[in-house]
């Protein structure tokens, strides 16, 4: 685009806006395998303190928010992509995408969200009570 833009004055419109989709669609289908990878950013300065039984709880904890949170990106977007595509409400840009078809990687990537919290959930669950146990791992 750049090219075409300042070397031809040929700008192409449709660049901006598959990339506008395309950052939706890697942002959604790629933060299940980061938190599989356990790859966000972390702020360790409290939980380097604390020992292994306090971080597993932790990580319960949040691993149970991050459950919660896909739960409502799952529910609402399945909800609000089934709407758009029922109405049929397209992009009112250049290429005239219908907007469900935007929408839709909302509840995917919910989904795998999800399901990748509760698999981290059960190991962090499984690692806590064995240190709260004394059986260690």
Known sequence: EVFLRYFFNRPQKWVVEISEYALLYITFLSAAGVLRKEGHIVVDLLTSRL???SRH???IIQYVGI???SIVLLAGGARTT???YRRG???PTLLQIPIAYVLVV??????????QSVLALRSHWKKWRAERNGTGL
Do not use: A, E, R, T
């Open 51 to 53: 020992g292994s039984k």
């Open 57 to 59: 709880l932790l990580s």
């Open 67 to 69: 459950l919660l949170v």
């Open 82 to 84: 089934l709407d758009h």
């Open 89 to 91: 409400i397209y992009n």
């Open 106 to 115: 909302i509840p995917v990537g919910g989904f795998f969200l999800s399901v």
